[in-house]
């Protein structure tokens, strides 16, 4: 089980990486997971068709997580 919970609700507190940083870090795990290279982009962006938008972790943790909460109230909308 796992949950995610975010601490900085704005977008300079998220990291995101270009295709080619992606693909030269985690490209054999997406092998052993049978992704293509696109598949795995995908799920780190908000927008996974969008070519132009970068690999998002904030995003990946979000769309990977079993639950999902905030720090605050304030921030979970």
């Not at 977008?11 to 054999?28: C, K, M, T, V």
């Amino acid at each position: 089980m796992t949950v995610f919970t975010t601490h900085t609700p704005v977008p300079a507190g998220h990291d995101r990486f270009d295709a080619d940083l992606i693909e030269r870090n985690l490209g054999p795990l997406r092998e052993d997971l049978g992704l293509s290279p696109q598949d795995l982009m995908s799920l780190g962006r908000v927008e996974p068709g969008d070519q132009r938008e970068t690999f998002c972790m904030t995003v990946l943790g979000l769309k990977m997580a079993q639950y999902r909460n905030a720090v605050s109230a304030r921030h979970a909308g």
